[in-house]
């Protein structure tokens, strides 16, 4: 089970404050919304994609089950962030709604047999699907293909259970600035995981002078993804591979 630990919370929380990724996301996921929509954002981490729909949701209830990920959400929304903003923390499948959702968001969450379950008991309408378009670790300094799953395992399931879906690719942006280089090191210290030494020439290779004194060091990196959109009423009742 994934665990935050508070260095990966720093990084993330800078990477995702010092980048347009969340904005530009949530303005393609809103393409997608009904109006005046009540939204469920699985496992969202520290919020920061939950604060960027708010704006095009009526109401938007951000699930994760660390508390010290969503305490990031909380304490955004208290700094005058989005108010239509409910953060709820345990395990999204023992906390269905009262009233199912208009649209559930699962973004990078899971097995795709997970996802659609919970979409199944959970939503009434749209449900938006996004996925790893890469198949290798990020942030590894050697090569190391990944065992999760990724957008191609997903279509590949959908297909399977004749599942209608709209689907494409998008590419954008979210590399991770660095307030040192030791930090830096400290960061492929958490994340690397293909068995290479991380040494401050290895990582240094990797990286990106900014010439700036808050965060002089930028690891650049494009994020491929692959961005499904679907309906509840199309998902069979039971949702299992052959």
Known sequence: MFCWNE??????????????????????????????????DAGCGLGYLSLRLAPY??????????????????????AGGPQNITPLC????????????????????????????LARAQCRGRVIIIQKGWSEHRFSLGRKKMNRRSYADTLALLKELEIPCRCEKLTLEMGQPFRSLRDACRFFEIYENSGAAVTEEAVRARLTPTGRQDFPWYLPQPKEMGFITLETGDLPDSINRN
């Open 7 to 40: 260095d990966m919370i720093r990084f993330l929380r800078d990477a995702s404050e010092q980048s347009d990724y969340h904005r530009l996301l949530a303005a393609r996921i809103a393409r997608e919304l009904p109006e005046h929509a009540r939204v469920c």
């Open 90 to 117: 345990g395990e999204i499948e023992n906390l269905p709604p009262r009233e199912p959702y208009d649209a559930m968001v699962f973004c990078f969450f899971g097995t795709a047999e997970e996802t659609l379950r």
């Open 57 to 78: 949701c009526r109401q938007i209830t951000a699930v994760d089950r660390s508390a010290e990920a969503l305490a990031v959400l909380e304490r955004n929304i208290a």
